[in-house]
């Protein structure tokens, strides 16, 4: 235990958060991160009292940015370059803070003064690797704890223990109340998590995903079997084609969490799903449906229509290939993708007095379509079919 003191006190930013005069605890994540051997850049700390003193006090000292959550100094956060400090106004000892939160791993506390304080067995849990929930009520309370069940296994590969998974069964239609942002927020974040795919089967087979997503179960059980086929597809594909996880497209979702929620929501009335997606997801979502739907259909693709396809896919071309789990596809697509423009869009417009808009799009397809055909491959072959007008009907 003085090894863990020594870890959390060697963070310069937690000798200024516990200040003479205040009855401070680290709590939640932060200790079950510290724990696990981490070293994590949020801090969520409970202050006896007014806070407000200590809240201005470490803004100073770290040049922070205070933001207020709730009116009357309740809940406060201070930002300041990767770290984010949550300041909570303890409601009764530490040990009823503790009672409330979600699972026993985040229900740890400490002070320099008491060390850890763990009512609950959060530090065993810890160490066995469960998920516990600390009460049925206090999922009663905050629905969305259902759905972070699942979001933790994703992220840790934990076991969650058979009285928590009975408390989701029972409870599992009071994620309605839940707002459709946070809904998202925790669905964005398991899709990202390593064990994803255990995440969302015991969630299908515990009835929850079918509260926010409008699929039926017949539908979501074989979307999470193509999800299965898919990561069993890119390990046996190189590196090269593999989807970029750290790369982030849209509300903290990263490149293989959206290709994750391609393959789960194919089909899927989106309109009608319980989650709050950004414009950007969406559109990747819709494009990569339909063209999937296309391809579904036809029993040969030659290279006019993979054209076709990847010409309408525009940003999620790479989406679309690895989607259909297709070697061939997926080569022809880097080679579509990796084409150099044989004319300057100038050059097309010195050489036909095309201005722009429709017309030198129109151009620049047929190009392209060309190219991609191997019908030229040379510079000069296609600056003569510019300048003699291409059939851009």
């Known amino acids: 235990m003085e090894n863990l ?11 200024t958060i ?14 079950r991160d510290v724990l696990r051997g981490f070293k994590p850049t949020d801090v969520d700390i409970v202050v006896r009292g007014n806070f407000q003193p200590l809240l201005s006090r470490i803004a100073a000292s ?3 940015k205070i933001i207020d959550f709730e009116k009357g100094g309740g809940i406060s956060r201070i930002i300041f370059d990767t770290t984010t400090i949550d300041l909570t106004a303890m409601q009764g000892s530490i040990e009823d803070d503790l009672s409330r939160r979600d699972f026993t ?51 840790f590969g934990w076991r969650i223990d058979s009285k928590t998974r009975n408390f989701v069964r029972e409870l599992k239609e009071s994620l309605r109340l839940s707002s459709f942002e946070r809904i998202t927020l925790e669905f964005l974040r398991l899709l990202n998590s390593k064990d994803h795919l255990k995440a969302l089967k015991l969630s299908y087979a515990d009835g929850l995903l079918n509260i926010f ?56 009335k989106l309109e009608k799903n319980r989650l709050r997606l950004s414009n950007a997801i969406l ?48 080569h ?47 510079r000069a072959d296609a600056l003569r079919l510019v300048s003699n007008g291409l059939n851009v009907s």
């Open 105 to 155: 791993m985040n229900a740890i506390a400490w002070s320099p003064e008491r060390g850890i304080v763990d009512p609950l067995g959060g530090l065993r849990d810890i160490q066995r690797g469960t998920i516990r929930a600390v009460s049925r009520c206090n999922f009663s309370d905050d629905p969305i704890r259902l759905l972070r069940t699942y979001r933790f296994l994703g992220e």
């Open 283 to 330: 559109k990747r979502l819709k494009v990569t449906s339909i063209l999937l739907e296309e391809f579904q259909k036809t029993k040969s693709v030659g290279r006019q229509r993979l054209f076709d396809l990847f010409y309408a896919s525009g940003d999620a071309l790479l989406d679309f290939a690895l989607l259909t789990r297709n070697r061939k596809i997926l």
């Open 213 to 268: 997503l409008a699929l039926d179960s017949c539908e979501l059980f074989m979307n999470i079997k193509a999800l299965s086929r898919f990561k069993s597809f890119l390990e046996k594909i190189p590196n090269a084609y593999h989807p970029n996880g750290d790369r982030t497209i849209s509300q903290g979702l990263s490149q293989a969490g959206l290709l994750r929620a391609e393959i789960l929501l194919f089909k899927a």
């Open 332 to 378: 022809e697509a880097m080679r579509f993708l990796n084409m150099r423009s044989l004319v300057a869009t100038q050059e097309i417009m010195d050489l036909t007095g095309v201005k722009g808009g429709v017309e030198l799009g129109a151009f620049l397809k047929e190009l392209k379509r060309m190219q991609f055909l191997g019908k030229i491959a040379q």
């Open 5 to 15: 003191n020594n870890r959390i006190l060697a963070n310069p930013v937690i000798s």
């Open 18 to 31: 516990f200040a003479p005069g205040f009855e401070v605890y680290l709590v939640g994540g932060y200790i």
């Open 62 to 64: 770290t040049d922070g």
